[in-house]
Structures are given as C-alpha cells and as structure tokens.
C-alpha cells in the first residue's frame, strides 16, 4: 500500500455501473492508472466492448482480478456466492466491498483472509459529486484505511459510520439519486403541461434542483423554511403544495427511502 491511489494495482470484479463511476473519474484525475486496473465481468462480449470502450483490462478470468493487492468488489448482491466461489483460495488482501446490504460479517466469512471494507457509494460520485458511505473491519492496517478514504474522498464526500447505519446511508445516498430522478421527470412533465418545451423544461429542472440544494446548504436553511420563503398567502407555490400533500408525495417519500433501507438489510 503506498500513500497514493496511483502506486496501487487494483482489481475489479463486476465492472458495471457503479465500479465505472468510480473508476472512471479516479481514472480521469490520474488517481488510478488505467494500466494497474485488472477488471473482470460475466460475459465476454461485455469484455470487449468495456475494454474498448475505456481502454482497460476487462476479461472474464477471476484470478486476474484476485491476483491485485486490492480488490473492489462490485457485483450485484445476488452474484456475491458466484463471485466468491471464483476467488482463489488463501488472499490476503484489502477487499473493498460496494454491494448493498452485505455485511463486513459476511464477507469475512466469504472471503477469509481478506481484509474487508464496505463502503456505500452512490452514482454522482461519476462527476465527482459522490458520497460514501464506510465502515472497516478491525483488521483493516491504519495506511489502509487512510488510502481507502483518500480514494472515495476524490470522487466526493466521505462518512464514516457504525455498520448498522449503512442501509440507512445507502437508501438516502444510493437509492436517492433514483428517486430524485423520478421527481426532475415529473417536475419536468409538469412544465412540458404547463406549456414549456421539454429541452427547457429538463434544463429549468436540473437547475432548479441543483438552485434549490446550494440554497439549503449555503444558508444553512431547515427545509422547512425554504418551503415558507417561496409561499405567499393564497399564491402559487401553496397552490402547489395543496396538490403535493393531497397525493401523499411527503409520506410517499419517507416511505420511499425506508422500503430502501429495509431492502438493503433483506440483501445482506
Ligand atoms: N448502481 C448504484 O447506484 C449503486 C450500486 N451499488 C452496488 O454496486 C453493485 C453493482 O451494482 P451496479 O454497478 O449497478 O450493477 P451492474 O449490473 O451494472 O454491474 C454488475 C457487474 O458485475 C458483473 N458480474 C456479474 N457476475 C459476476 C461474476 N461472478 N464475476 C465477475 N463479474 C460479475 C457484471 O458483468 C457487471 O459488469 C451492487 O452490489 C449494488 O448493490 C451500491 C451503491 C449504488
Ligand atoms: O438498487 C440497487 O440495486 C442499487 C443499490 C443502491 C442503489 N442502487
């Protein structure tokens, strides 16, 4: 383990949607050499066309994966048994797990002699706007751990919490990006009805969103209050909201990221 992400060689099991918005901008800000990175996926058609894609070292044989000093481990939590039935025995290693739910309990169990880490990353972390999620196991070494938070922290945020607070993390953080993205349609719907043409209507909504969040934060604003500043009596936002509250959308939401996390805790 050396004192940069650059120094190290990395494998990747399950290259897909999540390992590539980390790998991708760690790539791009030279944190990781595309040259250490020996990925591994399911098919090989998907191989060739991700290797070509973004030029690295995707193949479908486990061991080139296992054979790297750290490994990221980013299949879906139903392909963990069939990923961990690949590894070759006797590691010794760090293996940093992204899949939902599955615990630091488990993978040790799956993975003996791995050293483990959990970390829960969401999909923003693509435009270096992530957050993450950790918890170690106690064996992880004191560099270790720093380099693993050093990694995630270049792709955004990093918290480090009690294990049993992941779920919860994960359908905020993880699952949230969907749900967001559900509202940004509906909201855009809404003006595409209201008479706006959809390439604007998409636009005004990312930068609504994105106006709204820096508002909050900036000014360290309770929700709540945004809420109020935007409603005149008898006036348009409260027009609005009437709708919102009549269809539930509040406890909708709040059940949303609960059914999340209830999820997360089933995969383990
Ligand atoms: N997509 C997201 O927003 C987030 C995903 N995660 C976790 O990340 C993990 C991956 O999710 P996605 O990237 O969305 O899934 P994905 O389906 O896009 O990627 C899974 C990858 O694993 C490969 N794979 C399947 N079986 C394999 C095996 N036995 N050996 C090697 N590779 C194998 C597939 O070919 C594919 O490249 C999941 O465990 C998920 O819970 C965590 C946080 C957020
Ligand atoms: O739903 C999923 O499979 C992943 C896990 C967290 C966010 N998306």
Known sequence: MTGSASGSRLGVVGLGRMALALLLPLIEAGLVPSAGVSAVVASRASAERLAQAHGLQVGTDPATAWAAPVVLLAVKPQQLE??????PAGGSGLLISVLAGVTLERLQGLFPGWRCVRAVPNTPSLVRCGLTGLALAPDVRTEEGAWVRRLFDQ????????ETQLDAFLALTSSGPGFVALLAEALADGA??????????HHLTHRTLAGTAALLEAKALHPGQLKDMVSSPAGTTMAGLRQLERAGVRSALIEAVVAAAERSRELA
């Open 155 to 162: 792709v955004g945020e990093v918290h480090e919490l009690p």
């Open 192 to 201: 595409v009805a209201a008479g706006l043409p959809r390439q604007l209507a």
């Open 82 to 87: 069939a990923a961990a039935a690949a590894a």
